[in-house]
């Protein structure tokens, strides 16, 4: 009877294991009738969707064949269908900060970076194609990436890529009920089976009112950091092999991000309300040499309210940009009086900051040092919500060895910036690879930071840059490009560069209308610095609102041809820009900006 029963299991074992033999082998058939996309480019966010439409299309320019990436935020890129012999095509692979997000194409890093190359040229014509994407992680990429190679031949193939390895990991967890090992584990199950990939449940995406608890929910466990690295790895190797296929050898770039970005914004201490205008624009004005107008801004909010503290620690940094010693010290020693009774609603941490910044200035390191150990032993004691608080105090105290391993610490509980483990397997993937190398872009901005930590000097938020730090990154990677090609050229000194596009903006209320230099923000200045990025639609309305309530001026329509010549929605339309420039020189024929436009449009047409 027993061994009856044994013989039954067995058999049924062996039924069992025959079956999914079969299944496994039908799934794989399956897969080779119909491709799927990689196990590691599936993601259930709705940003990291593959595309399922053509991603290149012909297109006839001025009677010749010309190929166009036709897929979004690829900023339409176009190049001749046959490569010319003298054009050499620099591939740029990335997120968000890559795109631009948050400035306009022509201040982009890719696009600064291609008219540096063109400029000193030995005779070389430069194409950087940008083939960045907002919320891809590796994965995605590669899976692109190697769609199109073969179509654009690259002949180097770069890479600022990181913040987004992440995204699905955290989005998972939110939608797994934080059952992270069971995740990782089907992914691997998935690789090695075609009918784990056929059976995998469809994921359901986390629900807007949770994704707003991800920094705070999310922990990574070392499971998770491994697996998330061990993927990116895999993707630079797919990439790798994309661009062999091509001769082209890779540039992996270290991912810079913004160390400061402490509870998402930057005045985190200014208030209650989230972004309050006038501390906005107090902000560009600080920035961009207008200690005045700030200081205006704020007048009027103490006019309001004479207590409030904000507005006075503003009115002393503005006292300070303006070299008024009296004035700074008198906004500041109000700011502690104040704080003594500090205003209903505001948090520990910033009453303890706003302290700290405010003692330092008044008394020095020693002083800071002294009255902000014991609120850093107290936050320590939550390191994984107050690590960056940590940081900063360390920072504001002058112990820049403590404050990049705490903002270190802090950046291991975010799940949308490259840290320290993503940069070390780019760095180690490059010293695998024969044909790759690397350049450590994260630890050279740094060392060109205050304290040598990277902060809002180059960033508009976490991690996207603002027009300093595209033109920094520009100016940073040109001469390592072009070593790759033996060009023997002297590029402008990164630092210089930065002052100069500085000293163009400075105490300006508009943006820079010549086409090179325009950051899209036109009569809007303070989104130079605004930590709210909108989208690029929206950004247009501002414009028309304001040609609707003051008219046309020549400035106004250059702007307005600006918008035209970038095309983020369509393409660009070189066609519609000239006209508005030319309706701008009638206005005003010495308005030689759209002069400029019209001679840079030319030459791109």
């Not at 050898?249 to 913004?258: D, G």
């Not at 780019?426 to 190398?437: F, K």
């Amino acid at each position: 009877m027993t061994g009856r029963i044994a013989k039954r299991i067995l058999f049924s074992l062996i039924a069992l294991v025959l079956a999914l033999v079969l299944l496994e082998g039908l799934a794989r058939l399956g897969e080779r009738l119909h491709p799927q996309p990689p196990v590691d480019a599936r993601s259930l966010l709705p940003y990291q969707q593959l595309p399922d439409n053509p991603l290149v299309v012909q297109i006839q320019v001025h009677d010749h064949d010309y190929q166009r990436l036709f897929w979004p935020q690829w900023h339409w890129e176009i190049f001749p269908q046959e490569k010319p012999d003298d054009e050499v095509r620099i591939v740029l692979i990335g997120g968000s900060a890559a795109v631009g997000h948050g400035v306009a194409e022509p201040v982009c890093f890719a696009s600064i970076l291609e008219r540096l190359l063109n400029r000193h040229s030995d005779g070389s014509r430069y194409r950087v194609l940008n083939l960045a994407r907002t919320g891809y992680a590796s994965p995605q990429h590669a899976y692109l990436f190697d769609q199109v190679a073969d179509i654009i031949k690259p002949d180097l193939v770069m890479t600022v890529m990181g913040n987004n390895e992440y995204l699905d990991v955290a989005a998972a967890y939110v939608a797994h009920g934080k059952a992270m090992p069971l995740f990782t584990r089907a992914r691997w199950l998935e690789h090695r089976s075609a009918l784990a990939r056929w059976l995998r449940p469809k994921l359901r995406p986390p629900m807007s009112n949770e994704l707003k608890h991800w920094v705070t929910s999310y922990n990574r466990s070392d499971e998770v950091r491994q697996y998330v690295q061990q993927r990116l790895h895999n993707s630079l190797i797919d990439i790798a092999a994309a661009a062999r296929r091509n001769g082209a050898p890779l540039l992996f770039c270290t991912v810079p991000v913004n160390m400061r970005n402490l509870a998402g914004r930057e005045w985190f201490w200014a208030g209650i309300q989230n972004h309050p205008q006038d501390f906005v624009q107090a902000r560009y004005e600080l920035t961009y040499g207008l200690p005045s107008e700030a200081t205006r801004l704020m007048q009027a909010r103490l006019a309001l309210d004479e207590n409030d503290v904000a507005a006075h620690m503003v009115l002393a940094m503005a006292a300070e940009a303006a070299k008024d010693k009296n004035r700074e010290e008198q906004h500041y020693r109000r700011v502690l009086e104040l704080l003594e009774t500090p205003p209903p609603g505001m948090v520990l941490e910033n009453q303890r900051f706003m302290k700290a910044v405010a003692v330092r200035a008044l008394e020095g390191p020693e002083a800071c040092r002294q009255i902000s150990a014991p609120w850093i032993e107290h936050f320590k004691k939550n390191q994984e919500v107050n690590s960056g608080i940590v940081a900063a105090l360390y920072s504001l105290c002058d112990d820049q060895k403590q404050a990049r391993e705490w903002f270190d610490r802090f950046l291991l509980n975010r799940f949308n910036v490259a840290d320290g483990d993503i940069n070390r397997t780019l760095m180690q993937t490059a010293e695998q690879l024969p044909d790759a190398s690397v350049y450590d872009l994260s630890e050279t901005m740094a060392q060109m930071s205050p304290q040598g930590i990277l902060g809002y000097e180059y960033f508009l938020e976490y991690c996207h840059f603002n027009v300093r730090g595209h033109v920094l990154i520009a100016h940073l990677l040109a001469p390592v490009v072009a070593k790759q090609f033996g060009m023997s050229a002297s590029f402008p000194d990164p630092l210089d560069a930065v002052v100069e596009d500085d000293g163009l903006r400075h105490g300006r209320l508009a943006d820079l209308p010549v086409l090179e230099r325009w950051a899209g923000v036109d009569f809007d200045v303070s989104r130079l610095t605004d930590e709210v990025i909108p989208d690029p639609d929206i950004a247009a309305d501002p414009l028309r609102q304001y040609i609707a309530r003051h008219g046309e001026s020549a400035l106004a329509l250059t702007f307005s041809g600006n918008r035209e010549a970038v095309g983020p929605n369509g393409g660009p339309n070189s066609t519609t820009a000239l006209d508005a420039y030319q309706r701008a020189l009638e206005l005003d024929p010495d308005f030689s900006p759209a002069q400029v436009n019209i001679e840079l449009i030319r030459q791109m047409d």
